[in-house]
């Protein structure tokens, strides 16, 4: 059908525009001069190179030397007329006539490009080259070549005859518009160099979604990773054996294979390295303040003191006599951990210097930098942000409560609930502006997590990253932003509006139902089946529900001492808080975990709500 609609079509036009042609043919000869038409090899079907025709929009002037004169001298203005209208184009039908080409299909480019693809790009030769295509009319010259080679591959895995008019209709509205014509490259057009290269700070299953994200864009995908077994390197097109938090290393490579830049995503722990490579190779990255507070609580509390942000009292410690001087100057209870890990590790509740002696060994061996801090209990609700930065400014936050367990887990959430009841997004924005000006943030993705007390909003910590525990996704169903598209722009220097980035559907109430090994829920041991998800996934309100860490290796239901013995989670959408509540309950009803020899690992007995 595509063929044959090719030959028709493109017969029919070159009889009917014979006249045009033909006066086209004689105004260039009188204004641009000879040959009529520009000839030049493409890559066409399977990269078989063929002659494409379009009538010439440049004089042949050279300089004293025999070369070219570059192209803005050899311009004429009947040649740009003839771009913008689309009309050096029509020489084309030839070659469609021929069968080189297709009426629509990936834009033919140059011949130099093939070496420079990736092997996601080579996929546009997968069909003949058009005249016009999905690329053309969305966009035509005003997208990048990352987005450019997106839509070529979008209409490869999509194309169809109904597909094809619908491009040829619009295409008619953009030429008869005037709107982004399509210019020969070396034009306006920015020659393609090559592949954006990103090098990606981690490889764990946290990181994958931005691996992935980078790899369909069509960038060169780098991956550091201390674990060379790591599930990310078998999607990234090189792999280097690199602790993320090895600066120099990091540095070294990047500087060696001139990334375009440097991204990681869920973990704290590559900040530094993004930081140090960023600024030595002039690339997008954290502020030096952003990059302390994010990895040490310390320095957090230090830079807000000193910015005359509100923050509340704290004192640091290396050893156990300063951690018991310190308590002295502290009202217990207080809340000891490790400066500069998240996760809860290395989280306690202090009571009295009992508890101290007790876990304060625990707490310095979480922490990388050998300190500990000890903060002034907040005896109050605590809430999740998630915010977006642009030129300074938030120009997107929600705010979700954080509930927790009574009696297990200290300060481990059991669920997530948006929006908050305790705090306005109004307050929350103001106080976070003032903790962005503090730390120098300019673009980034944030993660602050607040005390809200008798004295109103406190800091608890930040990160300049996109969170975990599943956070991101919460965000995304709250925004419909895309946080993963967004970093990766962030990191290229190339931010959009945010309206460009919205990809899902949003909901007014969203919670995160976390079950575990807690309060009763689940026994300890190995997993070795789960069944009931299709039902769950089927409870009204319920929009996604999955093991908490990587479902594709062995499955173990642990005591729950920190945020990582986290087992499963629901995540529920809905217009009332109390609607979505009672939609993850139910669906986590239907939920059965078994472990070894059968053994049924649920404990919490719960019926169905009306």
């Not at 078998?234 to 294979?257: N, P, Q, V």
């Amino acid at each position: 059908m595509k063929r044959l609609f090719d030959i028709f079509f493109s017969a029919f036009l070159l009889i009917l525009l014979s006249p045009l042609l033909i006066l086209i043919a004689m105004l260039v000869w009188i204004f641009i001069g000879r040959p009529v038409f520009f000839v030049q090899m493409r890559p066409g079907l399977g990269e078989k190179p063929f002659s494409m025709v379009k009538f010439r929009t440049m004089t042949n002037e050279k300089d004293s030397s025999g070369f070219y004169l570059p192209n803005n001298l050899r311009e004429t203005k009947f040649g740009n007329f003839l771009r913008k209208t689309s009309l050096d184009e029509l020489p084309e039908f030839w070659n469609v006539l021929k069968g080189d080409m297709s009426i629509v299909g990936p834009r033919p480019l140059l011949m130099e490009y093939l070496s420079l693809y990736n092997d996601q790009q080579r996929k546009r030769h997968k069909l003949k080259p058009g005249i016009t295509g999905w690329s053309q009319i969305n966009g035509r010259n005003g997208v990048s070549w990352s987005e450019r080679f997106e839509h070529d591959i979008w209409y490869i895995d999509h194309c169809s005859f109904r597909l094809d008019i619908k491009i040829l209709w619009r295409t008619l509205g953009k030429v008869l518009s005037r709107d982004g014509t399509i210019l020969e490259e070396g034009t306006t057009m920015t020659r393609f160099k090559g592949n954006t290269k990103i090098l990606i700070l981690g490889g764990g299953w946290d990181q994958l979604p931005i691996i992935q994200k980078s790899k369909d864009r069509g960038y060169d995908t780098i991956l550091v990773d201390g674990d060379e077994n790591c599930i990310g390197r078998s999607y990234s097109d090189d792999f280097y054996k690199i602790g993320t938090r090895d600066y120099k290393k990091i540095y070294e490579l990047a500087s060696a294979l001139d990334v375009d830049a440097i991204s990681y995503m869920i973990t704290e722990s590559p900040i530094y390295s993004a930081y140090y490579s960023g600024l030595r190779l002039n690339l997008p990255h954290p502020s030096r303040k952003s990059v302390d507070a994010t990895f040490s609580k310390i320095k957090m509390r230090e830079i807000l003191s000193k910015s005359g942000v509100p923050d509340i009292k704290f004192f640091k410690a290396s050893n156990l006599g300063e951690a018991i001087v310190a308590a002295k100057n502290l009202s217990f209870p207080f809340v000891m951990k490790s400066a500069d890990v998240g996760g809860q590790l290395g989280l306690f509740f202090v009571e009295n210097i009992s508890d101290i002696e007790k876990n304060f060994d625990q707490s310095l061996k979480n922490s990388v930098s050998g300190e500990v801090i000890l903060e002034e209990f907040i005896d109050g609700p605590e809430v999740n942000g998630v915010a977006i930065v642009i030129d300074g400014e938030v120009r997107e936050m929600i705010a979700s409560d954080r509930i927790k367990s009574d009696n297990q887990g200290f300060g481990i959430v059991q669920r997530h609930l948006y929006p908050s009841k305790h705090v306005s997004k109004g307050e929350l924005i103001s106080y976070t502006n003032k903790i962005v000006k503090a730390l120098e943030i300019e673009n980034a993705i944030i993660f602050p997590q607040f005390f809200v007390g008798n004295n109103g909003i406190s800091l608890c910590e930040i990160g300049e990253r996109i969170p975990g525990g599943v956070m991101k996704e919460l965000f995304e169903f709250a925004t419909g932003i895309d946080l993963v598209d967004l970093q990766l722009d962030i990191s290229l220097g190339q931010v959009k509006k945010l309206s460009c980035y919205m990809s899902y559907d949003t909901y007014p109430a969203i919670t995160v139902k976390f079950i575990n090994a807690v309060n009763d829920q689940l026994l300890t041991g190995k997993v070795v089946k789960i069944s009931g998800e299709s039902d769950a996934l089927n409870v009204p309100g319920v929009l996604k529900l999955e093991t908490y860490n990587n479902p594709h290796v062995e499955q173990n239901i642990r005591h729950l001492s920190n945020a990582r013995d986290r087992f499963y989670y629901v995540i529920s959408g809905g217009d009332t808080t109390d609607f979505v509540v009672r939609s993850s309950n139910a669906a986590s009803c239907f939920l059965s975990f078994k472990g070894e020899d059968d053994r049924e690992m649920n404990l919490l007995q719960c019926k169905l709500e009306a």
